[in-house]
């Protein structure tokens, strides 16, 4: 089972960035799918969630009305598209799944991305 994030890069602020995730080695039916964060010196921080079926999705409140999260279950594939992005949105970004709807808690999410860098200018 794989999950490969990617799209991450060097930005300035007020930039856009889309990031993906693509799944491999089995189907994530069933799954929520989310984004997690971590930037230098810090824990890693819940970004957003999406429902299996893509009709629910919850963020922190850090980055609503910037971030949008979606999926396209057919081809197993996770997505955040990043606005109005600022200095501090700067960290590696991760997806990850998790059959716990509605978990913010790293914890409780059963498989992992590798991390893409997303770094933000000022």
């Known amino acids: 089972v794989q999950l490969q994030a990617s799209g991450g890069g060097l930005v300035k602020a007020g930039d856009s960035l889309r990031l993906s995730c693509a799944a491999s080695g089995r189907t994530f039916s069933g799954y929520a799918l989310g984004w997690f964060r971590q930037a230098p010196g810090k824990e890693r921080e819940f970004v957003s969630a999406i429902s299996w079926s893509g009709s629910s999705s919850y963020y922190t409140d850090s980055v609503k009305g910037r971030f949008t999260i979606s999926r396209d279950s057919a081809k197993n594939t996770l997505f955040l598209q990043m606005n109005s992005l600022k200095p501090e949105d700067t960290a590696v970004y991760y997806c990850?799944?998790?059959?716990?709807?509605?978990?913010?808690?790293?914890?409780?999410?059963?498989?992992w991305g590798q991390g893409t860098l997303v770094t933000v200018s000022s």
């Open positions: 990850a799944a998790t059959i716990n709807w509605g978990s913010r808690n790293s914890f409780e999410y059963d498989y």
